[in-house]
């Protein structure tokens, strides 16, 4: 008998426990739900697609390269800021293709680093080409998504080192267009 009264006890412990860990029927429960990967104070309004002419002769007008101000990690950049490609990957002022960079298409994939800078939040970098029908791209290879033409990244820290790529056609002129909450601008570069 003893035997089993705690049978019939353990069973009682059992089901009070079970009851226990459910909410009753009439109470709504919130379902938890993760943030997107995209949300971030002050979403990215895209705004379109403008990239600059090469100019009336036909040069190329590629950014000069500017000193980087903080220690380590790059030499100079391009661009204004606060999102930069490194410009110690552009060789002579120009994006160098090699043969070992060329995919199956006849497009050249090349390693191109960028550098945030003070900026925390959405960015998008597109790329494109300026000087004749064409295309490029640019994406980082560790953070971030295809989206809206480009890639999309959302940057937490204020200082982000974002190894990435750039895909041109062959050589000629083209550029970079980075978006963010707070900016917008162009960068040209050659690639030969």
């Not at 600059?52 to 101000?69: I, K, L, M, N």
């Amino acid at each position: 008998m003893t035997r089993l009264v705690r049978m019939l006890t353990l069973v009682a412990l059992g089901s009070a426990l079970v009851a226990c860990d459910r909410a009753p029927v009439d109470t709504p429960t919130a379902s938890p739900t993760a943030p997107s990967p995209s949300a971030s104070p002050g979403d990215l309004a895209v705004p379109p697609l403008r990239l600059p002419s090469v100019a009336p002769d036909g040069t190329c007008p590629a950014a000069e390269p500017q000193r980087w101000s903080k220690p380590g990690q790059a030499q100079r950049v391009l661009g204004p800021g606060p999102v930069h490609p490194i410009a110690d990957y552009f060789s002579g002022g120009a994006l160098p293709l090699r043969p070992s960079d060329r995919q199956a298409d006849g497009s050249y994939t090349v390693k191109v680093r960028w550098l945030a800078a003070d900026y925390t939040g959405p960015v998008l970098v597109r790329a494109g080409r300026i000087d004749a029908p064409g295309a490029a791209s640019a994406q980082f290879s560790y953070l971030g998504e295809p989206r809206h033409d480009g890639h999309h990244a959302v940057l937490t820290r204020p200082d982000t080192d974002l190894p990435g790529s750039t895909t041109v056609d062959g050589p000629g002129c083209y550029a970079y267009q980075v978006d963010g909450t707070s900016f917008s601008y162009t960068i040209v570069f050659r690639a030969g």
